[in-house]
């Protein structure tokens, strides 16, 4: 399974959002899509940094509590983010989320986003590696 990377199997079609998203908008399109979280970009598709449910309600909780308004996603975002390299080994990655206890993971490489990995990924690697036996 060394021989299986992470780019075979990681997804390329991502939602994203800009650093001046503005929550709301953040809010719709991750309820919209039925996701958890996405990446930040700047103008030329480097991570700035990754949205989640959780910095939402954190806004959310915030907005209730001291009546600001709300912001922007480059202002709740999570950065910097924890990324994987394409050409990481599937066996690697997994060991990786055993201890990290993450859902997923942004592949970059030269800081430019190239897709986003996840548990279930490395779960269709592991059935593909079976089946090939």
């Known amino acids: ?10 997804s390329t079609r991502l939602l994203t959002f800009n650093a001046k998203t503005t ?6 399109k991750l309820l919209e899509h039925r996701i958890s979280g996405a990446p930040v970009l700047d103008e030329e598709g480097n991570l700035l940094g ?7 309600i ?7 509590y001291y ?6 996603a480059s202002d709740f975002m999570q950065h910097p983010v924890e990324s994987v390299d394409p050409d990481m080994d599937i066996v690697s990655l997994a060991e990786q989320f055993l201890s990290q206890h993450r859902r997923r993971y942004p592949v970059v490489k030269d800081g ?15 059935a593909d590696f079976q089946d090939a036996e």
């Open 1 to 10: 399974m060394k021989s299986l990377k992470v780019r075979d199997y990681m």
């Open 23 to 28: 929550v709301a908008e953040a809010v719709g």
């Open 58 to 64: 954190r806004v959310f909780l915030q907005d209730s």
């Open 50 to 56: 990754i949205l989640s449910e959780v910095d939402l």
């Open 112 to 126: 430019v986003l190239l897709g986003q990995i996840s548990r279930r990924d490395v779960l269709r690697a592991a």
């Open 67 to 72: 009546n600001e308004a709300i912001g922007i």
